[in-house]
C-alpha cells in the first residue's frame, strides 16, 4: 500500500509553515514516496518552485491550496461575524483546474480579504472544474458544524460541496492528531458522514514542519511573526501536537482500520495530471503596422535611427546592425525590442527622464539606434555578445531607469496599452539572514537584546551561520562555551532562510499575452490596495516564458528633470542632457577637485579622495571609476592612478594586448576586456568569449579548468609560447574575476557626468533640486545646505509668503526653503496654503491665513511647526504665535463654522470685522537661542545664526575650528568646542557603553568617540543641544577624521 501527503505547508505559509521547498522534495524521497502535494494558506507563492524541483527529483508534484472560506459572501466584512474563515483544500487536477486555482486565489485576495484571503461558495461554483476538494482540518466548515454538535448542518454541507464539485471529486478528510480536542470526534462523524452520503475518506496530516524536533523551531517562527515571546501566556501556538511529515508507513499504521482513506491519497494522485509549462517565451501581441512582420518594422525603425544617430554611416556600423538584427531574428525577440522602445519613447516623449542605460544592454547597437539607451556601443567598444547571446537563446534583459517620481506614469502608460489583465508589478520575499534570525530567535526566547545583538554582531557578512561558526573565531569560540548562544544560534539555523515577509519586487514588472489569471495568481502588497502584484517572483516569472521587465525608479533621474525644469524656468535655457559635451572643462575641475556631493556614483568619501588624485579628464576615467570603487576590484585603484600620471610604467605581456587595455592604463577592469583578450589572442568567437566570462565570473573549478585549457590552445596555436599564454592567464583571471560589465559601467557614468555638469554650470539650480529630492530626510538636507555654504549658495529660511512646496531658487545664488521640508507640514496642509496664495495673493497677518487656509489638516501640531521654524516671521513674532496657540486653532475653527455658515462672506475673508476677532495675549519674544533650537528640531539646521556664535571668543582662545583640523593631525591632541547635536550609544562586546558623538561649531561638524573609561566620568554631559568643549587625540581611520575624547567640559 502507498500513501501520499496532500496536505502540506511550506515556509510560504508565512505565518506557520517552516518547510523549504528544497528540504521538502528532499525528506518526500528520504521517506520514500514519490509524489506530495503542496497546499499553503492562501498562496500559491512556491508552486513554480515546488514544480521544478519536484520533477527534477522524480517526484510527481500536486499543486493546490489550502484556502480560506467566508463565513458569508466574500463581500461581507463585518467584525465578530466575518473574521473567523473555514478552510477548505483544493487540488488541480488539470489545465483548467490549475487556471481556476488561480482566478480563485486571486480574487480571494483582490475581492474577499478580511484578515485571511476568502473566497466564498458562488465564486467556488464559477471556478469547481478541474479541481479536488477535501475538507480540510478542524478549521474546515464540515469540521466546524461537527464540533458545534450540528451533524445535520455537517450532513447538508458535505451534499452541497459534492454537488459543488461533482462526486468524484469531493473527499471527506480524516487527520491523526489525537492530542487535539475534538479531532477523535471529527474523525468518527466523518466516517459516519461517508458511509450514509457515500462521499470518500481520505487520509492526510497538517504538515508543518518535516521533523519531529523541528517543532520547537516552527514555534519559534510562530511567536517571531506574530511579535509574540514564548513564554507569553495566551499566544498562538501549535505544540503539543506532531505536525511533521509522516513516514508512509506510519500513516498506514494510523489509518489501518479505514485502509481506503489510504488508497485514496493514492486515487486522488492518479486523477491529479497537471504538467506547468516551463522555458517557453510567451512576448506580449504588440500590433505593428499592417503587411509588416516585427522583423522588418525593427528593420525598419533601426534604418530611422541610424539617419538620426550618425552623420556618416560607416561599413563598421552598416555590418555591426545587420549582424544584430540577424542574431534578434534567429532568436524571435524583434517585438520584445519593439515592445521596449514603446514605451521608453512614450516616456521620452512625454518629459520623462529615462537613464541612458542600464546593464548590459548598452552593448546593443538596435537598442541605441531605437532610443532605449542613449550609450553609442561603437564608439565605447561595448559587445553586443555581452548582452545577447546567439548560440545560448534566452531572454534578453534590457533593465531601465525611470526618474523615480514618474515611474509609476510609465507603468500606467504599459498597463493602458496592454490592458490590466496582462500586466502586473512582481512580488519578492524577503527571508531570514543569519543576524536577522539569531536576534529574532534570542528576542522570542526572552534573551537580553545586547546578548543577542553582541552575538549577532560576531556573524560576517554574507555568511550563511554555519559556515560562520566555522570561519568566525570569535562565534566559534560562544557556540562551544556558552549554553544560551548555543540555544540561539541553533534554532537561527534552522529559521535561516525561512520566508518572512512578501512585499513589492522595487523594478520589476510582467507583461503578457494570455491574461495573468491564465498564468499566475495576484495580490495586493501588506497595506496597498492601489498595486496588484503577482504571486510569482520573478524567477518563477522567468521559469514560465513570461516577458519580465525591470523599470528601476531612480531618484537621480528625478533630480536632473526637476534641475532642467528649474533652469528653464530662472535661466530661460533648455539643456539636451543626452547630447551634453563630454569634455567639459568645468566638469572635470569639479571632479578633480572632489566637488561631488549629490552627484551620481562619485559622492562617497573615498570616492571623492580617488576622484582627487586621478584628476580625470577623459569619460573613460569616470566608467573606469565607477567600475573599479568596488569590493575586490577598489584594490586596484591606487595603481590605476598612478599608471595615469605616469609614477609607474605600464607593461604589457602581448602587443595585443595594449590596444585592449589602454584605457584602462593595462589594468584588466572590464569583462568585455577579458572577452576582447579571448578573441584576439585565443581566436575566441566573441560568444566563446562570453562563456570564458561567465566561468570565471562563477570560479566553478571544473569550468575554470576546462576553459583555461581552451584558451592556452587557442593562444597557443595563435603563436604564442606556451610560457607567455600561461602568464596572461595568471595575470587576467584575478582581474577578470572581479571585472565589472563595461556596458553598465559607461551608462551609470553618463548619468554620473551629467549631474556633475550640471552642478558645474548651474550650481544654485542643481541644488535646489538636490535638495527637493531629499526633503523627507531632515539630516540629508542640513548635510546639503552645509554644501552649499561651501558652494557660496545662500539659504533662506522658510517664509510664509515666498515659499513654494519645494526648495526654490530666488536668486543666482539664493535659494528658499520650501514648505514641504519642514517636519511635521504635511503635503495637503502645504498645497492648500500655496493654492489659496496664487488664488489671492499674499497672507497679510495671522488672522487673514487662518480664515482663508480651510483644511482640517492644519492642526495644532503643523500650526506650530510652521511658527517655529520662522515661515511666519514676516507676519509677527513668534512667541506670541506659540503661546496664544490654543486662541489661534479657536479662531480658525471658529471661522471655518462662519464660513459654513455663510457669515464671513457678508464681509469678504480680509475685512476688519473678521479681524477685530482675534485678539493675541501680550507676551514675551521668543529668544535668540530658542529660535535656534527651533529650527534646528524643525529644520534640521541652524538658519538664522547658530548659537555658538555668542561663544566666538571663548573658542578662538581656547579650541581650533573643527574645519581647520586635517588628516596631517592624526594623533596629536586638540581642543574643540561645539554644540551637541546627535548621539548614538552602543554596548561594547564586554557589555559597557560607549558614545559615538556628532558635534558642530558655527561651520563644520565631527564625530567624537566616546569610549567606555572616559564616558563613566563624563556620563551626564552628554546630551543634544549641550554647548561642550573637548579635548581629544585627532583620528582618521577609515579616512573620516573623528576625534577620540580624553576629557569634557560644558560651556555654560
Known amino acids: 500500500m502507498r500513501f501520499t501527503h496532500l496536505h502540506v505547508h511550506s515556509h510560504y505559509s508565512l505565518l506557520d509553515g517552516l518547510p523549504k521547498i528544497n528540504d521538502l522534495i528532499s525528506r518526500v524521497k528520504d521517506l520514500g514516496m514519490d509524489s506530495v502535494a503542496l497546499t499553503d494558506h492562501g498562496v500559491m507563492y512556491g508552486v513554480v518552485e515546488f514544480y521544478k524541483k519536484a520533477v527534477k527529483e522524480g517526484v510527481k508534484p500536486i499543486i493546490g491550496n489550502e484556502m480560506y472560506l467566508a463565513p458569508r459572501t466574500r463581500f461581507d466584512k463585518e467584525a465578530r461575524i466575518d473574521q473567523k474563515a473555514f478552510h477548505l483544500l483544493l487540488l488541480a487536477k488539470n489545465k483548467a483546474g490549475y487556471e481556476n486555482l488561480i482566478k480563485l486565489t486571486t480574487k480571494a485576495h483582490l475581492e474577499g480579504f478580511y484578515y485571511k484571503p476568502r473566497i466564498d461558495k458562488e465564486l467556488l461554483r464559477e471556478h469547481a472544474d478541474g479541481l479536488i476538494g477535501l475538507t480540510a482540518c478542524l478549521s474546515g466548515e464540515i469540521p466546524r458544524a461537527i464540533i458545534a454538535g450540528n451533524i445535520e448542518k455537517a450532513e447538508e454541507l458535505a451534499a452541497e460541496y459534492r454537488e459543488i464539485l461533482g462526486p468524484e471529486n469531493f473527499y471527506l478528510e480524516v487527520q491523526h492528531h489525537p492530542n487535539l480536542e475534538y479531532q477523535e470526534k471529527v474523525n468518527q462523524a466523518l466516517i459516519k458522514l461517508g458511509k450514509k452520503l457515500k462521499i470518500s475518506l481520505v487520509a492526510t496530516h497538517d504538515v508543518h514542519y518535516l521533523n519531529p524536533d523541528d517543532a520547537d523551531a516552527q514555534d519559534i517562527l ?38 481506503e482513506a489510504i488508497e485514496n491519497t493514492q486515487k486522488i494522485v492518479e486523477q491529479c495530471n497537471f504538467q506547468l509549462k516551463l522555458g517557453e517565451i510567451q512576448l506580449p501581441h504588440l500590433k505593428v503596422p499592417t503587411g509588416k512582420t516585427p ?118 502608460y504599459i498597463r493602458e496599452k496592454y490592458g490590466e489583465d496582462h500586466v502586473a508589478q512582481i512580488i519578492t520575499f524577503g527571508t531570514m539572514a543569519a543576524r536577522a534570525a539569531i536576534r529574532d530567535v534570542g528576542r522570542v526566547l526572552n534573551y537580553p537584546y545586547t546578548f543577542c545583538d553582541q552575538l549577532a ?33 541553533n534554532m537561527a539555523i534552522k529559521l535561516e532562510g525561512v520566508v518572512r515577509h512578501a512585499s513589492t519586487h522595487a523594478c520589476g514588472l510582467v507583461i503578457t499575452r494570455q491574461t495573468l489569471d491564465e498564468l499566475t495568481p495576484r495580490q495586493h502588497p501588506a497595506g496597498d490596495e492601489k498595486t496588484i502584484v503577482t504571486q510569482y517572483e520573478m524567477h518563477s516569472i522567468e521559469d514560465l516564458g513570461l516577458l519580465k521587465m525591470d523599470l528601476l525608479g531612480l531618484k537621480n533621474l528625478t533630480i536632473i528633470e526637476n534641475a532642467l525644469k528649474i533652469i528653464k524656468n530662472t535661466c530661460n535655457e533648455t539643456i539636451d542632457i543626452s547630447r551634453l559635451p563630454l569634455d567639459d572643462k568645468p566638469t572635470y575641475e569639479l571632479l578633480q ?51 595615469k600620471h605616469g609614477l609607474k610604467e605600464i607593461e604589457y605581456l602581448h602587443p595585443k594586448l595594449e590596444t585592449i587595455l589602454k584605457n584602462t592604463y593595462g589594468i584588466c577592469v572590464y569583462q568585455e576586456q577579458l572577452m576582447a583578450i579571448a578573441k584576439e589572442l585565443a581566436g575566441f568567437t566573441l560568444t566563446e568569449a562570453d562563456i570564458l566570462r561567465k566561468a570565471v565570473g562563477k570560479k566553478i573549478k571544473k569550468l575554470l579548468d576546462e576553459q583555461r585549457g581552451k584558451m592556452m590552445n587557442g593562444m597557443i596555436r595563435n603563436g604564442i609560447s606556451e610560457e607567455i599564454a600561461s602568464k596572461i592567464w595568471q595575470w587576467a583571471e584575478p582581474f577578470a574575476s572581479y571585472g565589472f560589465n563595461r556596458s ?23 541644488m535646489s533640486a538636490l535638495m527637493t529630492s531629499e526633503e523627507n530626510d531632515i539630516e540629508r538636507v542640513s548635510f546639503l545646505v552645509d554644501e552649499c555654504q561651501t558652494m557660496g549658495v545662500q539659504i533662506l529660511p522658510p517664509n510664509i509668503n515666498e515659499s513654494l512646496a519645494n526648495f526654490t531658487v530666488i536668486e543666482t545664488n539664493q535659494i528658499r526653503f520650501g514648505l514641504r521640508a519642514i517636519k511635521n507640514v504635511g ?78 462672506s457678508l464681509f469678504g475673508s480680509n475685512s476688519k470685522v473678521a479681524n477685530h476677532q482675534l485678539k493675541l495675549a501680550e507676551v ?129
Open 222 to 259: 510562530m511567536a517571531v511573526q506574530t511579535g509574540a515571546k514564548t513564554d507569553d501566556e495566551g499566544r498562538l501556538t501549535m505544540t503539543g501536537e506532531n505536525f511533521s511529515l509522516q513516514p508512509p508507513e506510519q500513516m498506514i499504521k494510523w489509518f489501518s482500520e479505514i485502509p
Open 295 to 412: 522583423e522588418e518594422y525593427l528593420k525598419e525603425l533601426c534604418q530611422r535611427g541610424l539617419a538620426q544617430r550618425y552623420e556618416n554611416i560607416t561599413k563598421e556600423i552598416s555590418d555591426r546592425l545587420k549582424y544584430e538584427l540577424g542574431v534578434i531574428g534567429k532568436t524571435g525577440f524583434a517585438s520584445y525590442f519593439l515592445i521596449v522602445q514603446d514605451f521608453v519613447n512614450w516616456s521620452k516623449n512625454s518629459g520623462v527622464i529615462v537613464g541612458p542605460g542600464r546593464g548590459s544592454a548598452a552593448g546593443s547597437l538596435v537598442s541605441y539606434l531605437l532610443n532605449i539607451t542613449d550609450i553609442d556601443p561603437l564608439r565605447y567598444d561595448l559587445l553586443f555578445e555581452r548582452f545577447l547571446n546567439p548560440e545560448r537563446i534566452s531572454m534578453p534583459d534590457i533593465d531601465l531607469d525611470f526618474a523615480d517620481a514618474r515611474r509609476d506614469e510609465v507603468i500606467a
Open 457 to 489: 554582531k560576531m556573524i560576517p557578512f554574507g555568511l550563511t551561520l554555519q559556515k560562520a561558526i566555522d570561519e568566525s573565531a570569535e562565534l566559534g569560540h560562544a557556540y562551544k562555551t556558552d549554553n544560551g548562544a548555543r540555544k540561539i544560534i
Open 593 to 643: 577637485e572632489g566637488k561631488t556631493t549629490g552627484v551620481f556614483q562619485l559622492e562617497s568619501g573615498g570616492m571623492k579622495r580617488n576622484l582627487k588624485e586621478l584628476k580625470p579628464t577623459q569619460f573613460e576615467d569616470i566608467i573606469a571609476m565607477v567600475a573599479l570603487y568596488r569590493p575586490g576590484p577598489i584594490e586596484f585603484i591606487p595603481e590605476f592612478i598612478a599608471r
Open 744 to 766: 553598465h559601467a559607461a551608462c551609470y557614468a553618463m548619468v554620473g557626468y551629467q549631474t556633475a555638469y550640471l552642478k558645474a554650470h548651474f550650481p544654485t539650480e542643481f
Open 827 to 904: 503635503d495637503n496642509v502645504v498645497k492648500t496654503i500655496i493654492n489659496e496664495k496664487k488664488a489671492n495673493g499674499p497672507y497679510k497677518s495671522i488672522s487673514d491665513f487662518l480664515e482663508r487656509v480651510q483644511t482640517k489638516d492644519l492642526n495644532k501640531k503643523s500650526l506650530e511647526s510652521l511658527v517655529k521654524s520662522g515661515a511666519f516671521d514676516a507676519l509677527g513674532e513668534r512667541n506670541e504665535f506659540l503661546l496664544n496657540m490654543e486662541t489661534l486653532l479657536s479662531y480658525a475653527k471658529e471661522t471655518q463654522k462662519n464660513k459654513s455658515n455663510g457669515q464671513i
Open 924 to 1052: 514675551p519674544p521668543a529668544t535668540k537661542k530658542e529660535k535656534l533650537f527651533w529650527e534646528r528640531e524643525l529644520l534640521g539646521l541652524y538658519i538664522s545664526g547658530h548659537p555658538m556664535r555668542e561663544y566666538k571668543e571663548l573658542l578662538e582662545k581656547n579650541s581650533l575650528p573643527i574645519g581647520k583640523i586635517t588628516k596631517q593631525m592624526a594623533g596629536k591632541q586638540v581642543k574643540v568646542g561645539g554644540i551637541i547635536n546627535k548621539i548614538r550609544k552602543i554596548v561594547t562586546r564586554t557589555g559597557r557603553p560607549m558614545l559615538f558623538v556628532q558635534i558642530e561649531d558655527s561651520q563644520s561638524k565631527t564625530e567624537v568617540i566616546v569610549f567606555p573609561n572616559v564616558l563613566d566620568k563624563t556620563a551626564t554631559i552628554w546630551q543634544e543641544d549641550k554647548m561642550v568643549l573637548i579635548t581629544g587625540k585627532v583620528s582618521d581611520r577609515d579616512e573620516e577624521i573623528k576625534i577620540i575624547c580624553d576629557s569634557v567640559k560644558e560651556i555654560t
